[in-house]
């Protein structure tokens, strides 16, 4: 089972909402990543947990705000966002380490008002 | 200049015929090359996986890298309407971070025409 679920599949938010996003894998997979995607374009890395740690963030701004609860939950926070933050919210996972295949969930489409 | 260039099409192709695509890349540290079809509004699903240079089948689909160009190429034979769809190749390398960063490239529409 390649499976990654995300929920819920659209969002639309106020920009002074506060609202999460979630990721759930049982591949046991020890490492996951948000990714942001805009229409027409690739995905952009925002965020890697490894082993559960934070490991890498693209300098996104803080009103993204990740979490890894456990080995198979991942959420993204998020809080007064901009309308230029509509987007596809992709989450992925892989084993970690070096040349891993990444299995990407169907996304969470967010609207900004 | 980007590290991953890819043609961003759409390309057009009748039913039935074999679907080309490919990426070149600028980094020679890139080891492990992946392709992934992404549906519109959908996420994005892993379809091939090689490492280094060489072939590698499945199906209907050919995966073909070439370290020494810094090209990579994937086939699509037989190609149905059902494989109509945006294309991205991805590809990461010998880092030390924790985790796996992959660079894509623009992805390539195609669309194959009944």
């Known amino acids: 089972d390649t499976e990654v679920t995300q929920t819920p599949k659209h969002l639309v938010m106020g920009m002074t909402n506060k609202k999460s996003l979630k990721c759930e894998q049982h591949m046991g997979h020890r490492a996951m990543y948000w990714y942001k995607q805009k229409a027409k374009k690739p995905p952009e890395l925002m965020f890697v947990?490894?082993?559960?740690?934070?490991?890498i963030n693209e300098s996104v701004p803080s009103r993204f705000s990740p979490e890894c609860p456990n080995s198979s939950l991942l959420n993204l926070h998020l809080h007064a966002l901009q309308p230029e933050d509509s987007a596809l919210y992709l989450c992925a996972s892989s084993h970690p380490g070096q040349g891993t295949e990444q299995y990407f969930g169907p996304g969470t489409r967010l609207t900004v008002t | 200049q980007k590290e991953v260039e890819q043609d961003p099409g759409p390309l057009s192709v009748p039913e039935g015929a074999i679907v080309s695509l490919n990426c070149t890349y600028s980094n020679s540290a890139f080891q492990y090359f992946m392709w992934y079809r992404q549906y519109s509004r959908k996420g994005p699903e892993l379809l091939m996986y090689?490492?280094?240079?060489g072939n590698k089948e499945d199906g209907r689909f050919t995966a073909q890298v070439d370290k020494s160009s810094k090209y990579i190429s994937l086939f699509i034979r037989d190609s149905q309407p059902s494989d109509s769809a945006t294309y991205l190749c991805?590809?990461?390398?010998?880092?030390?971070?924790?985790?796996?960063?992959?660079?894509f490239g623009g992805g390539t529409r195609v669309l194959v025409k009944p």
């Open positions: 991805a590809m990461s390398g010998l880092i030390k971070a924790a985790g796996n960063k992959l660079t």
């Open positions: 090689t490492y280094s240079s």
């Open positions: 947990y490894s082993y559960e740690k934070l490991s």
